[in-house]
């Protein structure tokens, strides 16, 4: 089993948003049970909170269920029990470092590394455009799927 930990700034726009997409199309190619896919945040601010009413509603619009999810944060045992920990922006990944106590087994990488690109995925509770932030987790996840062979 594939064990992919997505992680944000709060946990409830981006590594939600990314942890229902990639459920989704894990389900859709019938891979689901080579799976487990969760989320966290890198910092204390939304632990216990539901996802932004933004990143529910996009999802939504495209058709791709909502994980159940409730914020929690990343702990440095999620480094042990995780294959891939995966962060939106380089803050996340400084962040990841700390919280695991460093990378030595090359566990953290930003998601559209995955698709080619070093860049960041913006954080849409400061740019409000859920829209971006969906296209850019969609490529990201999709290009995780084709580097582990699906």
């Known amino acids: ?18 942890q229902s997409i990639m459920t989704h199309l894990a389900k859709e190619r019938r891979i689901e049970s080579e799976f487990l896919i969760e989320s966290a945040a890198t910092s204390r601010e939304e632990i216990g909170n539901t996802p932004h009413y933004g990143t529910v509603r996009k999802l939504r619009q495209m058709g791709i269920p909502l994980v159940p999810h409730r914020a929690r944060q990343m702990t440095r045992q999620d480094y042990e ?50 829209d971006a932030t969906y ?6 996840c999709q290009g995780f799927l084709k580097y582990l062979g699906f």
């Open 81 to 130: 029990a995780y294959d891939y920990l995966i962060g939106m922006d380089d803050a996340n990944i400084r962040n990841m470092e700390r919280i695991a106590g460093g990378d030595p087994e090359n566990k953290l990488h930003k998601l559209l590394e995955y698709a080619g690109s070093g860049r960041a995925i913006a954080d849409p509770w400061y740019t409000g455009d859920f």
């Open 135 to 140: 296209e850019d987790i969609l490529e990201g």
């Open 1 to 18: 089993m594939i064990k992919v930990l997505f992680i944000c700034h709060g946990n409830i726009c981006r590594s939600t948003m990314a």
